[in-house]
């Protein structure tokens, strides 16, 4: 299973910028997915996650201006990301939990459910 993110890039502020992530592999389901980002210098944060039935929740600082949506059918999550501020510039993460079906020796299915990581994509946000 793999989390592949894209979308970063250098913006003015006020821009906009709009992030994808697909899960790829032997998924049965994926739980919540989000979006952490890690300014330069500082720990990684929250910014918003959605539930399995679309239900979104931000951080304080992101609110009223990121809208976070995913696509069940393609695996997908997305962050729309509006009126960019240079305190946005970060590293950005994807993350799902997904739980995933394989086959063992005897030819059994197998579940397993973790947390999985996409890369991170960097947003540049210029003053």
């Known amino acids: 299973v793999q989390l592949q993110a894209s979308g970063g890039g250098l913006v003015q502020a006020g821009g906009s910028l709009r992030l994808s992530c697909l899960a790829s592999?032997?998924?049965?389901?994926?739980?919540?997915m989000g979006w952490y980002r890690q300014p330069p210098g500082k720990e990684r944060e929250l910014v918003a996650f959605?539930?399995?039935?679309?239900?979104?929740k931000y951080s304080e600082s992101v609110k009223g201006r990121f809208t976070i949506s995913r696509d069940n059918g393609k695996n997908a999550v997305y962050l729309q990301m509006d009126s960019l501020k240079p305190e946005d510039t970060a590293v950005y993460y994807c993350?799902?939990?997904?739980?995933?079906?394989?086959?063992?020796?005897?030819?059994?299915?197998?579940?397993?459910?973790?947390?999985?990581w996409g890369n991170g994509t960097l947003v540049t946000v210029s003053s």
């Open positions: 959605i539930s399995m039935d679309e239900r979104p």
């Open positions: 592999g032997k998924i049965l389901s994926i739980g919540v």
């Open positions: 993350n799902a939990d997904i739980t995933r079906i394989d086959r063992d020796v005897d030819d059994e299915l197998q579940f397993s459910s973790a947390d999985y």
